[in-house]
């Protein structure tokens, strides 16, 4: 039985020559020392085979070294790849990510938030709460996803609006004329971006609200949408999800995507190429916004940063739903997906 006993941060300073202290504040990375002092605690750490526990890291640096990322609908692939880019530049600074769902539920976000937030240094948040002044009195560092303005707290983005624009010029393009937008009237900027691209061309967007953003919502909202006298022969939908399910009724219904009705979406979330046909997308650039959060969440919490809004440049990503009976030369900028 093996029963070495196993070094303590007494026994690293006693070797190292140095103060409890100096051995705490550069394992904890708060403070860095001469050359010669870190090579003396680094050999002693080596020698000894010091492992600091995270109980001990904590009590130290009065630290957790875990942030709360809280997304709307776990199940949704946007916040999926969104928590993979958060959660590879946290596990590089030695951080835990705790996800929590917030189902799509308003009424609890506040609670929930407070609650949890006392078991992490920082937080990042997908919120659909206008009002969150109360996330700055939680005295923690907080970073914010999504277009809603939150003073005094950085956010981070892809550009809705810039993303409708290009998807409206790109259907303007192909010929498409009766052109509806299928989300929530929350969504002001990409109803905006869409409303300001037909309007080039003499044209305006009818607007329909789903019943959720998952592929139940655009199933749902497919008898109406498609059935009426008025179909629309091209439909912009909120996200990826809503626009699967609302391209499988209209293939069940018997019509044709993208012969008789075009069909986009927003996030390019894996499946989308692999539909037939494949999806038009808006690529949001989920990952990205993650790694960014969780950066400027990082500077945040050691006070290395200042507010900043940030936006990205979303992407168009072309694919046989929204295919031209005659093909067309497109001015926008895009990224042509052949797979």
């Known amino acids: 039985m093996n029963t070495k006993r196993r070094a303590t941060i007494r ?16 394992m904890n990375k708060l403070q860095r020392y001469s050359p010669d002092v870190e090579a003396r605690i680094r050999r002693a750490v080596d020698e000894l085979d010091y492992h600091q526990s995270l109980a001990t890291r904590s009590l130290i640096s ?5 942030v709360i990322l809280a997304v ?8 999926t790849n969104l928590f993979r880019g958060a959660s590879r530049v946290a596990l590089a600074n030695e951080y835990s990510v705790l996800v929590v769902d917030l189902q799509e539920n308003p009424s609890g976000e506040r609670s929930l938030l407070e609650g949890l937030s006392r078991r992490a240094d920082g937080l990042i948040v997908v919120t659909r709460l206008p009002d969150t ?49 299928l989300g ?36 749902r909202a497919a008898s109406t ?13 909120r996200n990826d999800l809503i626009a699967i399910g609302l391209m499988h009724e209209a293939q069940a219904l018997g019509l044709r995507v993208p012969d008789d009705i075009a069909i986009t979406g927003f996030d390019n ?32 919490i050691f006070q290395k940063n200042t507010v900043e ?18 093909a067309k030369s497109s001015k926008a900028a895009v990224i042509q997906d052949v797979n």
């Open 11 to 26: 026994d690293v300073a006693k070797a190292a020559d140095v103060s409890i202290a100096t051995i705490s504040k550069f």
């Open 62 to 66: 009065g630290q957790t070294r875990t």
């Open 72 to 79: 709307q609908d776990i199940q949704n692939p946007f916040f």
């Open 133 to 181: 002044e109360w996330l700055t009195k939680l005295g923690k560092s907080v970073v914010m996803l999504g277009p809603l303005r939150h003073p005094g707290i950085t956010s981070i983005n892809a550009d809705g609006q810039q993303g409708a624009y290009m998807l409206g010029k790109h259907l303007l393009e192909t010929g498409r004329r009766r052109i509806a937008y």
């Open 184 to 219: 929530f009237e929350r969504d002001v900027r990409k109803i905006q971006g869409l409303s300001a691209a037909l309007a080039e061309g003499g044209l305006t967007p009818t607007v329909h609200t789903a019943f959720a953003s998952t592929l139940e919502g655009g199933e």
């Open 225 to 237: 949408l498609l059935l009426g006298d008025q179909r629309p022969d091209a439909v912009v939908c």
């Open 269 to 300: 979330i894996p499946v989308a190429r692999h539909l037939q046909p494949a999806l038009t997308t808006i690529d949001m650039r989920s990952e990205e916004q993650g790694e960014i959060a969780m950066q400027k969440l990082l500077d945040a």
């Open 309 to 326: 809004d940030i936006w990205l440049a979303p992407h168009l990503i072309l694919r046989e739903s929204t295919r031209a009976p005659i």
